[in-house]
């Protein structure tokens, strides 16, 4: 495998956990959870995987200023303000949304990280804004880095490609494999597709076994099947050779996405609750909150047989729930 450029600042490997209440509750398959909440930037979440792929990137190239987008509250800002600040990167972000009375959750943080937040009210002119936000930092003598949306290119995917050889390690030592056995499904919130990339090119390159299925937070299946099996492909070429990826090689479900992107329903709710009151475990109302939504409602169609095992991987995001807009619904 080539030498691959690497900062190495979360906290691995994450631990797996077991969700026995949950699992009974649901009278379904056996339910474990690994906790990519907890890798330790900003209050953790996957980006952070990704970040320590792509700041290492910004440093090769000598960039000294990171810019990305999102939307308000995007996780993804969140921990890409606070890498900056920890590697000496000046920071901008192109934040879609209404600008608030008062910065709450990311938002708050990412100016806490002291990102310069740039705010486009219409999502239709975010990528112009960036465009143009980039430009001027060259013009002004600047040297930035764009970190792409979610942190998702083929740099950004290698986060979890060595994710799943994580997993595959934890699965391999005797202790994992007296108490959880063999994975039979991997379930996750699928959007920007680098987390999905990754994990589909980690499936093949580690041997993998079970099945990964992404639940859409906003994405057709058509477009995630397309995008994500492509994206998986060109990170691949950053191993060694190119392995090819098709379509059939990309499993997402986009039956819980419909209502759009952070829009906050019941589904979102009653998987919050049940894995805050049945587990102690917080779930984030964009991402996990949808795709444990939709695990759920696969456990209660049967779509996963009863002597299964699924590891849900929690991908962060916490903090979204001090925002406002979710936090006056929750209970």
């Known amino acids: 495998m080539v030498n691959i450029s690497r900062l190495n600042f979360a906290h691995l490997p994450t631990p797996i956990e077991e969700l026995p209440k949950l699992s009974s509750i649901l009278n379904g398959p056996r ?8 890798t330790g930037l900003a209050f953790g979440g996957n980006k952070t995987r990704k970040l320590e792929f792509l700041v290492a990137e910004a440093r090769e190239q000598g960039a000294d200023l ?4 999102g939307a308000m509250q995007s996780n993804h800002c969140r921990q890409t303000a606070a890498a900056a600040a920890r590697f000496g990167f000046e920071c901008k972000l192109v934040l879609t949304g209404v600008k608030p009375q008062q910065a709450s959750a990311n938002l708050l943080l990412d100016q806490l990280f002291g990102a310069e ?4 009210e219409d999502r239709a002119f975010r990528d112009q804004v960036l465009q143009k936000t980039f430009d001027d930092a060259i013009a002004a003598g600047k040297k930035p880095y764009l970190v792409p949306y979610g942190g998702s290119s083929p740099t950004g995917a290698l986060g979890y490609a ?5 997993l595959v390690k934890q699965l391999t030592d005797f202790r994992s494999l007296r108490d959880f056995g063999s994975l039979d499904w991997i379930v996750f919130g699928t959007s920007s597709g680098g987390t999905h990339a990754g994990l589909a090119l980690g499936q093949r390159v580690f041997g993998f076994k079970g099945r990964v299925l992404g639940i859409s937070i906003d994405e057709p299946e ?6 994500v099996s492509e994206l998986a492909s060109q990170a691949s070429e950053k191993l060694g050779e190119r392995i090819h990826f098709t379509r059939d090689d ?13 829009v906050f329903g019941e589904g979102e709710r009653e998987a919050i609750r049940l894995f805050a009151r049945h587990e102690g475990l917080l779930l984030d109302p964009v991402y996990t909150g949808r795709a444990a939504a939709g695990m759920i409602d696969l456990i209660r169609k049967g779509f996963f047989k009863k002597d299964e095992t699924i590891l849900f991987w929690h991908t962060g995001g916490q903090p979204a729930l001090f925002a406002e807009k979710y936090s006056s619904s929750l209970l």
């Open 250 to 262: 990309v499993l997402a479900n986009d039956e819980y996405c419909q209502a759009g992107y952070g």
């Open 162 to 166: 060595f994710a799943m050889e994580e």
């Open 31 to 38: 339910i474990v959870v690994k906790r990519d909440d907890q």
């Open 66 to 69: 990171l810019i990305s987008g």
């Open 117 to 120: 937040v740039i705010i486009v």
């Open 222 to 227: 058509d477009h995630l099947k397309s995008h």
